[in-house]
């Protein structure tokens, strides 16, 4: 949670360390340069010529020009900007009737700091990193004191690089404690605030993602592609922090992904499309499931192994995914040729019964014809014998 703490022990602390610091530190920005002079927008700001004397005439120049503005009051030779804005700042110079130059001072003007934005994440169980940014942009030079805690009224420093003025380490944290309390006071030299976020630490925890990710193809195996990586440099290898890591794969000209979860650092892709290039890339995350998986690691491209064609008659290598491929459809086709045989067999059987069946009709059909020819032809043979019987006889009893 971002804003004012609760407690008001921490807040009146706080309160009366960002007063301390904003007194010393105006001092500080003042005396660094004695001609620069800091203000706060549209409040009234007064510019002092010093080397007036007895409220002398003077006039006052900006950038070398007289001023033009409206809101502009001398008063003993001092000038006073009222309901200050932007085109108020630059170069101020008081000259005596002489135009001689008595004082030169440089005007900035900006806004007192408000709540920041503040955000933090752990890389690994060792370290949280804060970092924030300005709700209200001061236009003016910032500093930063930033503390934490994870017990009431007891804040430690969060350490701050010189260069990274937005960014604050807590160093070995108490990851068994509920929550941290972090403060950072922001001050500038017209004002200071003070913002207290409360963070859980397993839910902040963000690896960074996997290193060196590499791939190996798997000579003879053109469906198989090795993918190998490494822990992240900020992540150290202990059995009781681990990280566990999801890989997604594709072909490089489809859309969707498929995805492998695994705790090694390496996984064999056995299912990648023969003869084309497949986009690769890993994320981790804390083994016990605590907070958020790690950004992507960069994509990589890679190839399963091939066969390269040669022109000259050479051993080539085996293919054993091929092979077994080929052994597969030989069985198969053996199996579907023994079932078209045996079908064929009963098929044939069949129809030599059939076959059978109507010649025996046909022979049968034969012979009775035969027989009733027979039948016909004997019967007109005895039929002439007694004819000629019958007329022998008549003709002896004509004689």
């Not at 809101?71 to 009222?82: D, P």
């Not at 942009?137 to 350490?159: G, Q, R, V």
């Not at 491929?325 to 045989?341: C, H, I, N, W, Y």
């Amino acid at each position: 949670m971002t804003g004012f703490a609760s407690c008001p022990g921490i807040v009146i602390i706080t309160f009366i360390t960002s007063l301390v610091f904003i007194t010393s530190t105006a001092e500080i920005w003042n005396n660094e340069v004695s001609d620069v002079q800091y203000g706060k927008l549209g409040s009234n700001v007064t510019l002092v010529c010093s080397e007036s004397r007895n409220g002398s005439a003077v006039e006052w120049r900006l950038n070398g020009s007289l001023l033009t503005f409206a809101h502009v009051v001398l008063e003993n030779g001092n000038l006073i900007l009222t309901n200050t804005d932007s085109t108020m700042e630059g170069n101020y110079s008081c000259h005596n009737k002489k135009n001689q130059l008595l004082k030169a001072i440089f005007l900035r003007l900006g806004n007192s700091p408000g709540l920041l934005h503040v955000q933090c994440r752990a890389s690994n169980h060792y370290s949280i990193t804060c970092f924030w940014k300005q709700h209200i942009k001061t236009l003016l030079p910032t500093k930063y004191i930033t503390t934490f805690s994870d017990a009431i009224n007891t804040f430690e420093t969060c350490h701050q690089e010189p260069l990274e003025i937005n960014v604050c380490t807590i160093k070995n944290p108490n990851s068994w404690h509920p929550s941290h309390l972090v403060n950072i006071t922001e001050i500038n030299p017209v004002g200071a605030s003070f913002t207290l976020f409360r963070i859980q630490f397993l839910d902040i925890v963000k690896p960074d993602p996997p290193e060196f990710i590499t791939t190996e193809p798997i000579p003879n195996y053109p469906k198989r592609l090795r993918v190998l990586w490494k822990y992240p440099a900020s992540w150290p290898e202990e059995d009781h922090f681990r990280l566990k890591f999801q890989l997604e794969y594709k072909p490089l000209m489809l859309s969707s992904w498929s995805v492998v979860e695994t705790t090694k650092r390496e996984e064999t892709l056995k299912d990648v499309f023969a003869g084309h290039i497949h986009v690769i890339r890993v994320r981790a995350k804390d083994f016990l499931d605590a907070g958020n998986w790690s950004d992507w690691s960069p994509e990589i491209t890679a190839q399963a192994w091939f066969a390269e064609p040669s022109s000259e008659p050479t051993s080539q290598p085996v293919d054993y995914e091929s092979i077994n491929t080929k052994q597969e459809t030989s069985d198969l086709l053996s199996t579907s040729e023994a079932k078209v045989s045996s079908n064929g067999q009963d098929e044939n059987v069949a129809l030599l019964v059939s076959l059978g069946s109507f010649a025996g009709v046909i022979l049968a059909l034969l012979a009775f014809f035969a027989v009733l020819v027979w039948s016909k032809h004997k019967g007109k043979k005895e039929a002439t014998k007694q004819e000629i019987t019958s007329m022998m006889k008549m003709k002896s009893l004509q004689v």
